[in-house]
């Protein structure tokens, strides 16, 4: 049996399970939960050696027996830290095993993988992105209405240049700036230009004068 390569992108450092309790060889189970699993040591400090692993369901079916006798001539099998979910559990399927010790370099235990412990990793990791993927839709739609803002603004804008009066401060803008040219050109020291209005029904108006170097 083979798993999806979906979960091949996770690694077992990130899928601990927090239901772990450290024991000693000599020591009876006691009554505990069904997700716990029991780490034994040949000793609880830092120079205690790791022997193996005593899940919930085991100590069930031989309930009198130390965790010693539990895991006497079991063979450890073991993953590193940095190894990928998907060969993890393709491990456990193998062996049958419904928890994993996670193992350093210098084989100190690092933690436990479980089934179940993957199943809540992705559980978390699939609300993560549903999270993320709310966020970026509405970061979409702010940024969509601030677009359609500028847009309209744009069209505004392009609306009032192409009306008569934006026209015509073109035009002024233009004349104003020629003049200013012509009388640079020249050399001279005042230059007027006007625009004559010959729609006004009483003869010609200036529609418009510029000038520079004069008031």
């Known amino acids: 049996m083979t798993l999806d390569h979906g979960v091949e992108r996770l690694i077992v450092g990130n899928c601990l399970s927090p239901n772990v309790s450290r024991v000693l060889r000599e ?8 997700q716990m699993v029991f780490t034994v040591f040949t000793e ?8 193996g692993l005593v899940t919930s ?13 539990l895991i006497k001539n079991r063979e450890i099998h073991a993953v590193p830290p940095d190894a990928s979910v998907f060969q993890a559990l393709n491990t456990m399927i193998q062996e049958k095993l419904s928890a994993l010790p996670v193992l350093n370099k210098l084989n100190k ?7 179940q412990s993957v199943i809540q990793t992705l559980t978390q990791c699939e609300q ?8 970026l839709r509405i970061q979409f739609e702010i940024q969509e209405q ?5 847009l309209a603004q744009l069209n505004k804008t392009l609306e009032d240049l192409t009306t008569k009066q934006g026209l015509d401060l073109i035009e002024v803008n233009l004349l104003q700036l020629g003049i200013e040219a012509l009388t640079t050109l020249l050399q001279v020291r005042y230059g007027a230009i006007g625009i004559l209005d010959e729609s006004d029904e009483s003869g010609e108006t200036h529609k418009y004068f510029g000038h520079t170097g004069i008031t």
């Open 57 to 69: 369901q085991e100590i069930a079916q031989q309930p009198n027996l130390n965790f010693g006798n």
């Open 27 to 34: 020591d009876f189970p006691h009554e505990t939960s069904e």
């Open 109 to 115: 235990l690092v933690g436990v993988i479980t089934h």
């Open 44 to 51: 609880l400090g830092e120079d205690g050696v790791f022997c």
């Open 128 to 135: 993560d992105c549903q999270s993320e993927l709310r966020n």
């Open 146 to 150: 601030l677009a359609k803002t500028r």
